[in-house]
């Protein structure tokens, strides 16, 4: 069993729809939870950073994070054709700086 | 500031022939990282270095070998190149090693085949 599930997808949504992507870990020691978006033929790029539990939020993006259910949801508000891409899923131990990443969601947002 | 470079862009290898994966941050980085992205299976840490001078071994090491002679560069050589090392392969760079904190930043990418 992978440490971090992710829904592989693709998912494809109306411009304007709110999305949301989840990942479930098996790790309990996991504290920094992340998300990460790569586009096409492109490297990922940090998109949102969480400690422990509880919610973020910048601009249309909120991350979420339930540690009791082993469960992390970044949401798109108000989606672009310019959020199409992949969004990968990322966590990592108090100590040391391996980070476990899921697979990734592919997302299009079609106009 | 460019960040992080990769070379080359793509390469087709024939199986067994040595190859070398070259890497280059301009942000004085204390620790690097190489890892391969497969379809299924996601990114997968081959190997990392937290500063210049040493290196450690990742979830997917074998086949693989790394330097770090300076604080800029981390080349990947595959001694031996096999099939199964057919990947997109990214470089991250990252200011501190065991801070949880740390955000990595990542190349564009190596896409590398294997015949």
């Known amino acids: 069993q992978k440490e971090v599930e992710q829904d592989p997808g693709p998912l494809s949504v109306p411009e304007g729809a709110i999305v949301s992507l989840n990942c479930t870990y098996s790790?309990?020691?996991?504290?920094?939870f992340m998300w990460y978006r790569q586009y096409s033929r492109k490297g990922p790029e940090l998109l949102m950073y969480?400690?422990?539990?509880g919610n973020k939020e910048d601009g249309r993006f909120t991350a979420q994070v339930d540690k009791s259910s082993k469960y992390i949801s970044l949401f798109i508000r108000d989606s672009q054709p310019s959020d199409s891409a992949t969004y990968l899923c990322?966590?990592?131990?108090?100590?040391?700086?391996?980070?476990?990443f899921g697979e990734g969601t592919q997302l299009t947002v079609n106009p | 500031i460019a960040g992080i470079t990769q070379a080359p862009t793509s390469q087709i290898l024939a199986a067994g022939r040595r190859m070398t994966l070259r890497c280059t941050q301009d942000?004085?980085?204390?620790?690097m990282y190489w890892y391969r992205q497969d379809l299924g299976l996601g990114l997968r840490l081959i190997h990392y270095?937290?500063?210049?001078?040493t290196t450690g071994k990742g979830e997917v090491p074998d086949g693989y070998s790394v330097s770090r002679a300076n604080t800029d560069d981390f080349p990947l050589t595959l001694a031996s190149a096999v099939p199964s090392q057919t990947s997109v392969y990214f470089c991250?760079?990252?200011?501190?090693w065991g801070a949880g904190t740390d955000t990595q930043y990542f190349g564009p990418g190596t896409r590398l085949t294997v015949l």
């Open positions: 942000m004085r980085h204390n620790a």
């Open positions: 969480t400690y422990s539990s």
């Open positions: 991250a760079s990252s200011d501190s």
């Open positions: 270095s937290n500063t210049a001078g």
């Open positions: 990322a966590m990592k131990e108090t100590s040391g700086s391996r980070l476990t």
């Open positions: 790790n309990s020691a996991f504290q920094y």
